[in-house]
Antibody, heavy 123, light 107 residues
Framework: EVQLVESGGGLVQPGGSLRLSCAAS????????MDWVRQAPGKGLEWVGR??????????EFAASVKGRFTISGDDSKNSLYLQMNSLKTEDTAVYFC??????????????WGQGTLVTVSS | DIQLTQSPSFLSASVGDRVTITCRAS??????LAWYQQKPGKAPKLLIY???TLQSGVPSRFSGSESGTEFTLTISSLQPEDFASYYC?????????FGQGTRLEIK
């Protein structure tokens, strides 16, 4: 059974840093692209960024709103995904979800999601 | 960026009703569109991918279609567990974008 479990959320002051983790199980982690998606309180879903798989050199993509402040990494030996968030702003307050991307010719989708972890940026 | 305009934003309906939610893309996305259901405090759940393919385990009352840059999610006969929020998503290019959501409530 595929499972994704996020951790690391909490309260942080503006300008601070936080690292989120996503522990994956039930599939070969190194084969898949992984994304982070966030949802501000009462708002819609916003894609944050992606890390490609080992075959694609773990390259990354980011939304403009977080580019230069957030980085994504993975540890295949631990089946874990990370989101390092620096220079946090109040508008980064959200529930952060990790999601597995299923990618094949002509089709992409986020087929599995974690339960989310809440990040609150406030003084 | 590709904009997804989802309508309506809010929908009130009764059990047994047929409902349709529309998602219009600002440019072509070659069927790289997915639909998700989200209940309060929960993660999104994949319903439909590649515009019209039903995800395994999702009831057949859910269906998706496309016509050019317009995509629709249809629920043929609403069940009590279907009252939730629904989002479309394009995965054609970066940045990945979502529609603003449709909140489906019981009339």
């Amino acid at each position: 059974e595929v499972q994704l479990v996020e951790s690391g959320g909490g309260l942080v002051q503006p300008g601070g840093s936080l690292r989120l983790s996503c522990a994956a199980s039930g599939f070969t982690f190194s084969d898949h692209y992984m994304d982070w998606v966030r949802q501000a309180p009462g708002k819609g879903l916003e894609w944050v960024g992606r890390i490609r798989n080992k075959a694609n050199s773990y390259s990354t993509e980011f939304a403009a709103s977080v580019k230069g402040r957030f980085t994504i990494s993975g540890d295949d030996s631990k089946n874990s995904l990370y989101l390092q968030m620096n220079s946090l702003k109040t508008e980064d307050t959200a529930v952060y979800f990790c999601a597995r991307l299923y990618a094949a010719a002509g089709t992409h989708r986020h087929d599995y999601w974690g339960q989310g972890t809440l990040v609150t940026v406030s003084s | 960026d590709i904009q997804l305009t989802q309508s309506p934003s809010f929908l009130s309906a009764s059990v047994g009703d047929r409902v349709t939610i529309t998602c219009r893309a600002s440019q072509g996305i070659r069927s790289y569109l997915a639909w998700y259901q989200q209940k309060p405090g929960k993660a999104p759940k994949l319903l439909i991918y590649t515009a019209s393919t039903l995800q395994s385990g999702v009831p057949s009352r859910f269906s998706g279609s496309e016509s050019g840059t317009e995509f629709t999610l249809t629920i043929s006969s609403l069940q009590p567990e279907d009252f939730a929020s629904y989002y479309c998503q394009q995965l054609y290019n970066y940045p990945i974008t979502f529609g603003q959501g449709t909140r489906l409530e019981i009339k």
